[in-house]
Each structure stands twice: as structure tokens, then as C-alpha cells.
């Protein structure tokens, strides 16, 4: 398996542009995680979705965050407009379901800056 | 709120010489804590999974060992390709057991010197 895979592997925009991150879990997987990493407040969650339904939304900061996922093989993550508070390293994990196991697997990451 | 301390925050030791990394956890519920190592540029990777005190799990140099307050994740005679960052993460059993969300410590970063 490739493995959770994330694009772009880097981003930088300027402020009040729209950006759009994206995720595709390893296959067979019904959770799929989004977290931000920064040096201050280290790794976050953001929101997870069960079988493509939010569960826990929680965490996403404020309303230019919103998180989708069409189908079991996509998902995506979009800040609009964007502020530089929000540059970070943004991760998308998988884990898989009822009856498995509980850990999460992480992909490489986006790391976004804006300017 | 479930919080996680992780100490020390810093630990250089020379190869061959043995540690140990804390994880300290408050949690309504434990399911499982998760230890995740994390390279420069890259996400982490999931090392072990404990489910309940007295738990113990190895990999090559590594020990992970669970009681119902921390966790110590035990580096035995440690060469320069285990330096990295080491995540510790609790997962709660939710109200319905079935809660999904790690809560992430701030991690060691881990240097092995030659």
C-alpha cells in the first residue's frame, strides 16, 4: 500500500487567498484525521470523519476552515480566506475501522506558509 | 480535558547509552496511548499501541511500558539513526466507547551522538 498520500507537499500563498489541501487515506480505512503542527501548540486536531461523515469538528479553528469528503478515497481541506496565523504543517491521517485497530497512520504532510 | 506531558523536552546521549522518555496522561478513559516517532520533515510514524497498565510492547531497541498515569518508552544501547522527535498520544473511550481523537503530547526530541 502507497500509504496515506497528501498534496500539494508544500504551499505558499499571500493573505486572503484561498487555499485548498488534499487526502487520500489508505484504502479499507473508515476514519481519515486532519491535524496542524506548529512549534507553539504542536499537533492538533482539527476534524475526523467516520465512513465520510464528520464526527468531531471540534477543533477547526474558525469558520475559513471546512473539511469534506466526497468518498472513502478523498478528502479535503480548505482555509478561505487564508492569514499568515495559519501557516503550519497540516497532516492527514487514516485508521481503520470497528473490529480493527485503533492507531493512526500519518501522511507526509502540507506544509503551508502564507505571506 | 485529556492532557499529555512529555519529558524531558530535550535528551542528547551518546551511542550506547540507555534512557528513558516520560509520558505523563490525564484521561477520562483510557483506550489506548499510541507512541509515535517523528522525523525532520516528515509525519510521524506509529511505533506501539498500550491498552492497560502492566502492558508492555518492543521493538529492536525500544520498550514501551504502560502504568495508569505514564508511560516510559525505554531506548536501550540507542544508535544515531533513533535521534527524532517521540510523540506520546492518549485516546479516550468517548461516552459511547467509541471516540476516535489521539490527544498529542508536545514530544522529546531524541539526539544520538556517534
Known amino acids: 500500500d502507497a500509504g496515506v498520500i497528501q498534496s500539494p507537499r508544500h504551499e505558499v500563498t499571500e493573505m486572503g487567498q484561498e487555499v485548498t489541501l488534499r487526502c487520500k487515506p489508505i484504502?479499507?480505512?473508515?476514519?481519515l484525521f486532519w491535524y496542524r503542527q506548529t512549534m507553539m501548540r504542536g499537533l492538533e486536531l482539527l476534524i475526523y470523519f467516520n465512513n465520510n461523515v464528520p464526527i468531531d469538528d471540534s477543533g477547526m479553528p474558525e469558520d475559513r476552515f471546512s473539511a469534506k469528503m466526497p468518498n472513502a478515497s478523498f478528502s479535503t481541506l480548505k482555509i478561505q480566506p487564508s492569514e499568515p496565523r495559519d501557516s503550519a504543517v497540516y497532516f492527514c491521517?487514516?485508521?481503520?475501522?470497528?473490529?480493527?485497530?485503533?492507531?493512526?497512520?500519518f501522511g507526509p504532510g502540507t506544509r503551508l506558509t502564507v505571506t | 480535558e485529556d492532557q499529555v506531558t512529555q519529558s524531558p523536552e530535550a535528551l542528547r546521549l551518546q551511542e550506547g547509552e540507555s534512557s528513558s522518555l516520560n509520558c505523563s496522561y490525564t484521561?477520562?478513559?483510557?483506550?489506548?496511548l499510541f507512541w509515535y516517532r517523528q522525523d525532520p520533515g516528515k509525519g510521524p510514524e506509529f511505533l506501539f499501541t498500550?491498552?492497560?497498565a502492566g502492558e508492555e510492547k518492543e521493538k529492536e531497541r525500544l520498550k514501551a511500558t504502560l502504568t495508569k498515569k505514564e508511560s516510559f518508552l525505554h531506548i536501550t544501547a540507542p544508535k544515531p539513526e533513533d535521534s527524532a522527535t517521540y510523540l506520546c498520544?492518549?485516546?479516550?473511550?468517548?461516552?459511547?466507547?467509541?471516540?476516535?481523537?489521539?490527544?498529542f503530547g508536545s514530544g522529546t526530541q531524541l539526539t544520538v551522538l556517534p
Open positions: 484504502s479499507g480505512h473508515d476514519y
Open positions: 498500550l491498552y492497560s
Open positions: 484521561v477520562s478513559g483510557l483506550r489506548g
Open positions: 498520544a492518549v485516546q479516550p473511550l468517548g461516552v459511547s466507547g467509541s471516540a476516535r481523537q489521539l490527544t
Open positions: 491521517a487514516s485508521s481503520p475501522g470497528a473490529g480493527g485497530t485503533y492507531e493512526q497512520y
